[in-house]
């Protein structure tokens, strides 16, 4: 199975501030990653696909890059509402797997 | 608008059969192009992919749950359901059921439905 590693696990920041989180995958995936917002109670919801598309509905201040092992989300001047865990998911290879998860906290 | 909506029993004993079901509506679970799939989430923890089929039947499931997964569709009635045998408590879980496209990403997903193992 591809492992996915997230980091950091939990950041704390502001409103207004832009906040990158990176997405490791143990082998090559090209360009097959996704990236999930979930809020608490919540199902996930799509941000990005193919590593840097955004999702239909999504703000643009979502942005996301990278391609073969590491990957990055990165929120432009954070809302209150992108309070949330983000995770990453390979398409590559099945099984599909996901990251561990990265707690985006108010500071 | 596509709407997925799981159903099941919330409390199931060890070593039984968790059964689920996902009604799907806005939209065919007939649709060229799309997969439907179940990922659940431990309490407090991340997301698992379980397993996916297309409408055809073909299906894939995640090989640490393999030997113990079914999915399978019914299209007359627009759902696509889960079992999965032999549950223990670590089977304990929010279950989604979602619908992805050629690649996989999951861009419709329902509410989810927690699951409880235990007697």
């Known amino acids: 199975d591809i492992q996915m590693t997230q980091s950091p696990s939990s950041v704390s920041a502001s409103v207004g501030d832009r906040v990158t989180i990176t997405c490791r995958a143990s082998?090559?995936?090209?360009?097959?990653l996704g990236w999930y917002q979930q809020k608490p109670g919540k199902a996930p919801k799509l941000l990005i696909f193919?590593?840097?598309n955004l999702q239909s509905g999504v703000p643009s201040r979502f942005s996301g890059s990278g391609s073969g092992t590491d990957f990055t989300l990165t929120i432009n001047s954070l809302q209150p509402e992108d309070f949330a865990t983000y995770y990453c998911?390979?398409?590559?290879?099945?099984?599909?797997?996901f990251g561990g998860g990265t707690k985006v906290e108010i500071k | 608008q596509l709407h997925l909506q799981e159903s099941g029993p919330g409390l199931v004993k060890p070593s039984e059969t968790l059964s689920l079901t996902c009604t799907v509506s806005?939209?065919?679970?007939?649709?060229?192009?799309?997969?439907w799939g179940w990922i659940r989430q431990p309490p407090g923890k991340g997301l698992e992919w379980i397993g996916s089929?297309?409408?055809?039947?073909?299906?894939y499931y995640n090989p640490s749950l393999k030997s113990r997964v079914t999915v399978s569709v019914d299209t007359s009635k627009n759902q696509f359901s889960l079992n999965l045998t032999s549950v223990t408590a670590a089977d304990t879980a929010v279950y989604y059921c979602?619908?992805?496209?050629?690649?996989?990403?999951?861009?419709?997903w329902g509410q989810g439905t927690l699951v409880t193992v235990s007697s």
């Open positions: 979602a619908r992805s496209g050629n690649y996989y990403y999951f861009d419709h």
């Open positions: 806005g939209g065919s679970i007939s649709s060229n192009n799309h997969y």
């Open positions: 089929i297309y409408f055809s039947g073909s299906t």
């Open positions: 082998q090559g995936i090209y360009s097959w």
């Open positions: 193919a590593a840097s």
């Open positions: 998911q390979q398409t590559n290879t099945f099984p599909l797997t």
